[in-house]
């Protein structure tokens, strides 16, 4: 083996430390991907194909409202609160997290308020029968949502793990697919905006108790209105661009659904949406540990640090990229079968959760080069790249959809998503020095280049 693969004495406790955390978030996201999976097998069972689509439709569209109504906070969060703690103003990083969150306490409500006035206006004008319940709907839970990526992120920021992630991740998620199929057996079935109504209670419920734990653990985490102004003042032209790169990624996971929707039909709606959150499974590994590397690679970059950051994405790079390959081979072997558990009428989707699934390996083998340039302050460049290339996508599937359907909508995805990779990879590489796909190991200066450079 080359010398330059050995991991040198000085890396391997910082390695180790950052896998066996990963290790740890993967656990929570693997139970996560499962009851989340649970989840829409059971509303897909229980419910008829146009119900379950429009599910499918007003869950998207709430998703990217609530990133939206984020405002940047929760990446902006994550380096806000190290960058101040490490240049000793523990008070700017607290006002940090209680402003954040107000900021997206406040404009989640906007968002939703502006929905659903849209939505109310634009009854009139559909057609006999439409109905616009599942945007009410998605209003009422771009909140919670909105809110618990929030502290999710602010949790994380301050060291905690298990408060951050285990009442949305597995308390929500268990509670949710228990209480449709309670309510099934009890003979009342959910139309699809019955159960995003359900899915906000619940999630509501699961953050009281994430924000009352964590306080009896001495975290930050309430919201204050007093230091919004002065926080907004001062970074907000960061989380205005932290907010473009968490939107535009979001929009790419889930305006496909919302087009197929809107030009096709809710039942193909429906079908697109099972195949890309199957086919997201597997980033669940590079997920996991890119919640843990994100604070790790903004400490260790500006303090200079490069030999570390490159160690620690280059870890993230080989970890989900391996498993990520293995999910794909079981994909392309058994798609057609894993697609059957949400009931026949999903089962056909295989040849569009290859195109979607390859699409993603290839964003694990580029690796975590969305997080490197949020962490490093190269955000404006990543929305640029990424931004253009997925716009580009989306217009080329509004041309592409009517002609080729659900598959053609995944085909134009992973191209888009590929050049879009390439692209922020390279600029990674070339202007800020880390190198983030599976080449990244051989950039790991030796200690005495590191220590003289």
């Known amino acids: 083996m080359p010398r330059r693969l050995i991991i040198p004495g000085d890396l391997s406790a910082l390695l180790r430390t950052g896998l066996w955390r990963s290790f740890g978030s993967l656990g929570i996201k693997v139970a996560t991907a499962g009851l989340t999976y649970l989840t829409y097998v059971v509303l897909s069972r229980t419910q008829t194909p146009d119900e379950y689509g429009h599910f499918a439709f007003g869950l998207a569209l709430a998703t990217i409202l609530a990133i939206l109504a984020g405002a940047g906070q929760p990446l902006a969060v994550l380096r806000l609160w190290s960058e101040r703690r490490g240049k000793g103003d523990e008070a700017g990083a607290r006002h940090a997290i209680a402003a954040g969150s107000g900021v997206t306490i406040g ?4 968002v939703a308020a502006l929905l659903c006035l849209l939505a109310f206006a634009a009854r009139p004008f559909l057609p006999a029968g439409e109905t616009v319940s599942h945007f009410y709907a998605a209003a009422i839970i771009v909140l919670p949502l909105a809110l618990a990526e929030y502290n999710s992120s602010a949790l994380r920021a301050q060291g905690s793990l298990w408060t951050a992630l285990l009442p949305r991740d597995i308390g929500w998620r268990l509670a949710l697919p228990v209480l449709v199929l309670l309510l099934f057996a009890a003979g009342i079935v959910l139309s699809g905006p019955d159960a995003l109504v359900l899915a906000a209670a619940l999630l509501l419920g699961a953050l009281a108790l994430q924000m009352w734990t964590a306080m009896r653990r001495g975290y930050a985490i309430l919201p204050e ?6 926080h907004w003042h001062r970074w907000g032209g960061l989380s205005r661009w932290l907010l473009l790169g968490a939107l535009i990624e979001t929009v790419a996971l889930n305006a496909d659904v919302i087009l197929v929707g809107l030009m096709l ?3 193909s709606s429906g079908l697109y949406f099972n195949a890309f959150r199957t086919a997201g499974l597997m980033t669940l590994f590079t997920f996991a540990i ?29 970890a989900g990229f391996i498993f990520s390959l293995a999910v794909f081979a079981l994909f392309a072997g058994f798609g057609d079968a894993v697609l059957g558990l949400f009931g026949p009428d999903y089962a056909g989707g295989w040849l569009v959760l290859v195109l979607l699934s390859f699409g993603l390996l290839f964003d694990a083998a580029t690796g975590p080069s969305k997080i490197v340039m949020m962490m490093t302050g190269h955000e404006r460049p990543y929305v640029v790249i990424f931004g253009i290339t997925m716009g580009l996508g989306l217009l080329v599937q509004i041309a592409a959809i009517p002609f080729f359907g659900v598959v053609g909508a995944a085909a134009v995805n992973m191209t888009a998503r590929i050049l879009a990779q390439i692209g922020i990879a390279l600029w990674c590489r070339q202007r800020i020095g880390l190198d983030t796909s599976l080449f990244g190991v051989l950039s790991i200066r030796p200690p005495r280049a590191a220590e003289s450079g």
């Open 265 to 267: 039909d809710l039942e």
């Open 290 to 318: 890119e919640l843990v590397i994100a604070p790790m690679v903004a400490e260790h970059y500006h303090a200079g640090n490069m030999r570390q950051a490159q160690a620690v994405v280059a870890l993230c790079s080989w």
């Open 225 to 230: 209105i007093a230091p919004m102004r002065a």
């Open 107 to 110: 404009a989640s409500l906007a």
